[in-house]
Nanobody, 122 residues
Framework: QVQLVESGGGLVQAGGSLRLSCAASGSIFEINAMGWYRQAPGKQREVVATITSRGSTNYDDSVKGRFTISRDSAKNTVYLQMNSLKPEDTAVYYC????????????????WGQGTLVTVSS
């Protein structure tokens, strides 16, 4: 019933910027932590950045200082501002969220978006 939809991916030159968005829709009681993960061809999925419901953030060392994660609780949306992009950042980026629904408010379900492709050319 609840769905995460990412947007904002695309093709950009090295050194450029992109802003990813992920909106949660459906019957939602509460959203806990949210985050961004990525998976490059032939590699396993890795965490990029996370943010708690209280605004505490964590970043992978590879993106620290270049990427910024933020959230708008009123819109059930999380963002990833990506600056100084490198070819190594090329991957499918996935949104992740811990969500409680009105029917099961005692349980937090971890959901994933469908992914959005980011391609950085050199």
């Amino acid at each position: 019933q609840v769905q995460l939809v990412e947007s904002g991916g695309g093709l950009v030159q090295a050194g450029g910027s992109l802003r990813l968005s992920c909106a949660a829709s459906g019957s939602i009681f509460e959203i806990n932590a949210m985050g961004w993960y990525r998976q490059a061809p032939g590699k396993q999925r890795e965490v990029v950045a996370t943010i708690t419901s209280r605004g505490s953030t964590n970043y992978d060392d590879s993106v620290k200082g270049r990427f910024t994660i933020s959230r708008d609780s009123a819109k059930n949306t999380v963002y990833l501002q990506m600056n100084s992009l490198k070819p190594e950042d090329t991957a499918v980026y996935y949104c992740n969220a811990g969500i409680r629904t009105p029917t099961t408010p005692w349980r937090s379900d971890e959901l994933w978006g469908q992914g959005t492709l980011v391609t950085v050319s050199s």
